[in-house]
């Protein structure tokens, strides 16, 4: 929803209709507030960032989108941080006003970014990768850092969504290819067609909205993550 009002609001902007285009920012503030942090299920609204939830504890950090909230990031023993909806550049902004003070004493960090605001050219995207890349590096000298791009849609779900989160997790990995040792990039679209011999993953019974990691693929980019290189 929030992509697609973003959307429309450019087009809109290139076609002089600033009315319309006022009136679709109020809306896209409405839905962004919606993703506010929860203080439910024992998720706690982190103090000074109205959009990041927090849960758990220890030496393990994760954050990003609501991949972190799902069967994903529930592989992940350790302090989770969460926010619906959000973007690489989200994540930038809060960086700079000192979300990195939480990885400071972190062991291994886990990113899980890249699925929303995929419509970004390339350029872009990797350009947006590097600078937040640098932020977790300046927050923590010495912590394993591990980016886990978007995964593909399901089998039979999200068929319009399948080339660009591909892009996505291509940009992404092209972006932080030479970085130093303690980086690395899961590419979630390679190891997914890997493991389900050129297919992708199929959803579970019950609810399941294709995007959202359901079953046993979240455990499999989870163990190669967590695997040494």
């Not at 927090?54 to 393990?60: A, D, F, L, V």
């Not at 493991?195 to 499999?220: E, F, Q, R, T």
Request: hydrophobic share 35%.
């Amino acid at each position: 929803m929030f992509r697609e009002l973003s959307e429309l609001r450019e087009q809109l902007l290139k076609l002089g209709e600033k009315t319309c285009s006022s009136k679709i920012d109020v809306m896209l503030k409405e839905v962004f507030a919606a993703q506010r942090c929860t203080n439910k299920n024992g998720w706690r609204c982190l103090e000074g960032f109205d959009y990041i939830s927090w849960h758990g504890s220890g030496k393990t950090v994760v954050f990003g989108d609501s991949q972190v909230g799902g069967a994903l990031g529930l592989q992940f023993k350790g302090i989770r941080y969460l926010s619906n909806s959000s973007t690489v550049p989200n994540w930038i902004s809060w960086f700079g006003a000192g979300f990195g003070d939480h990885l400071k004493d972190a062991q291994n960090i886990y990113i899980l970014l890249g699925g929303n605001g995929y419509g970004e050219e390339g350029v872009t995207m990797s350009s947006h990768a590097k600078e937040l890349l640098k932020m977790v590096e300046r927050s923590n000298a010495s912590a394993n850092i591990v980016w886990i791009t978007p995964a593909p849609p399901a089998q039979g779900y999200g068929s319009e969504r399948i080339m660009d989160r591909q892009k996505s997790s291509q940009n992404i990995s092209e972006a932080l290819s030479n970085s130093d040792d303690r980086v690395r990039v899961v590419d979630s679209h390679s190891v997914v067609t890997e493991h389900y011999n050129g297919d992708s993953w199929k959803c579970p019974s019950g609810h399941c909205d294709g995007i959202h990691l359901k079953g046993d693929v979240a455990k499999v980019l989870a163990d190669r993550a967590k695997s040494q290189p």
